[in-house]
């Protein structure tokens, strides 16, 4: 264990046991479970030479100095110094690229839209347009821009932008001297003269002159106070109508804002609803086959494992008796004993048997009872299912094709009535048709005797038929 203190321009970064992230202090106690490490905030001068392109594709070079150092003020941006940039000296190429690689690009990209004219006479502005936008990529490091000092610019060889423009102001300048000497002498001589004369002019002018002009100012001063009030009046005409017009524009535009907003809230709120219409109409249906499914399976699968169940432990229970009684039959002694084991044995087998059909029953019962609610106590309609689950009309109709499959049946009608033709045809042959249909009523009464199915609607009820023929 040491204690530890910082120099005037460092600070101690501890990690290590009992501290969640990193600690920073000027001085502490370091446990041996504890890594300390010394880092200096001193700020440092970083100077650069930018290669850049104006937007017209002219290229020069930005000279810069910057003085930067960790932000000590900000815990939070102390904090981000020390895990980030504490590891690395701070005149080491790791510091040196980071800082030029932001400076660098920062002021590459705010270049490249100016023109050599902006960048040369918005010398000012341009620093601070490049101060600011590198100060918001250091902000990520904990760093911060004490000083930034945008050098004169240069050109690049085979580019003497900026040489030609000085050269182009030094001999602008030259000119303008040699004509500012020639107008100067020229106004000299020219002056003598005009002063002696206009001193013999001025002095019989100035009295005369005296009282125009006392007159003439009186009548400009209220001519001047006139125009004033005309111009003022003018203005707050000018005033009141732009004030108008634009609270009519805006009364437009929220009226405007206003419908378009309801309508888009009535659809929205229609689509909703028709969406959650759909959706509850699906989820219902899913919920509703899901539980007739899921009814079926539970009560069919528990009585076919009930079942099976008891009949493997009838068969067990069984297995272990008739060992047991094969034992006992190799003893002479116990002969009758292991008779009346065995007998024991098949009792007891039959009667698990038997406990494993009564539960098949009440199973069977119990999807009866089901198949009943869910067809609203309906017994045809349950009856009719359960014969097209098991397949009987298709073994009906099996046994009947079976039957007949070899009759070759030749059906012969003689009519002996007298009349013509024509009437023989329509009552005789019809009377043949209408007795093969008096047969119709016993058979559909022996098929309902024997099966308990009514024949269909569009033929009648049996005794409506009846009274019928």
Not at 55 to 82: C, M, N, Q, W
Request: neutral net charge; aromatic residues 8%; glycine residues 6%.
């Amino acid at each position: 264990m040491s204690y530890r203190v910082a120099r005037a321009s460092e600070y101690l970064a501890i990690t290590g046991g009992g501290i969640d992230d990193i600690k920073l202090a000027k001085k502490s106690w370091v446990f041996p479970w504890q890594s300390c490490t010394v880092f200096d905030v001193s700020p440092v001068n970083y100077t650069f030479e930018v290669q850049a392109m104006s937007s017209e594709k002219l290229p020069f070079v930005i000279p810069a100095v910057f003085t930067i150092g960790p932000r000590v003020e900000d815990p939070h941006a102390l904090l981000l110094y020390a895990m980030l940039m504490s590891q690395h000296e701070k005149h080491s190429n790791h510091v040196n690229e980071l800082v030029q690689g932001v400076i660098e690009g920062e002021t590459r990209v705010l270049v490249a839209s100016m023109t050599m004219e902006e960048v040369f006479k918005g010398t000012k502005e341009f620093k601070k347009e490049v101060f600011e936008k590198v100060q918001l990529e250091l902000n990520q490091f904990g760093l911060v821009i004490y000083n930034a000092n945008v050098k004169q610019l240069v050109d690049v060889p085979g580019h003497e932008y900026f040489s030609y423009l000085g050269q182009k102001t030094q001999m602008e300048a030259a000119n303008q001297a040699k004509i500012d000497v020639a107008e100067a002498k020229m106004k000299g001589e020219v002056g003598a003269k005009e002063r002696n004369g206009l001193t013999i002019q001025n002095a019989a002018k100035i009295d005369a002159e005296s009282k125009i002009i006392s007159t003439q100012r009186k009548g400009e001063g209220t001519k001047e106070e006139i125009k004033v009030k005309s111009e003022v009046q003018v203005f707050q005409n000018q005033n009141e109508a732009l004030v108008a017009q634009a609270d009519a524009a805006l009364a437009i535009q929220k009226a405007a804002l206003t419908k378009s907003s309801r309508v888009a809230e009535v659809e929205a709120a229609k689509a909703v609803a028709m969406r959650e219409a759909e959706l509850q109409t699906q989820v219902e249906k899913m919920n509703a086959l899901t539980r007739t499914e899921k009814l079926k399976a539970e009560f069919l699968s528990k009585a076919t494992v009930e079942y099976e169940t008891k009949v493997q432990e009838a068969n067990w229970e069984l297995y272990n008796k008739q060992k047991k009684a094969e034992a006992v039959l190799y003893e002479k002694q116990k002969q009758a004993e292991a008779t009346k084991a065995a007998a024991d044995a098949a009792f007891y087998a039959k009667q698990r048997e038997a406990e494993g059909l009564v539960a098949m029953a009440n199973a069977q019962g119990t999807y009866i009872k089901t198949l009943l609610g869910a067809v609203d106590n309906n017994y045809s309609a349950m009856r009719d299912f359960l014969m097209i689950n098991n397949g009987v009309y298709q073994d009906i109709a099996k046994t009947n094709a079976i039957a007949i499959k070899d009759l070759q049946p030749k059906i012969s009608v003689w009519n002996q009535g007298g009349g013509g033709v024509d009437q023989g045809m329509s009552s005789g042959g019809m009377k043949d048709i209408a007795g093969l249909y008096k047969m119709l009523p016993p058979v559909l009464d022996t098929v309902y005797e024997q099966t308990g199915m009514q024949p269909p609607a569009w033929i009648g009820t049996l005794r409506g038929a009846e009274s019928r023929q």
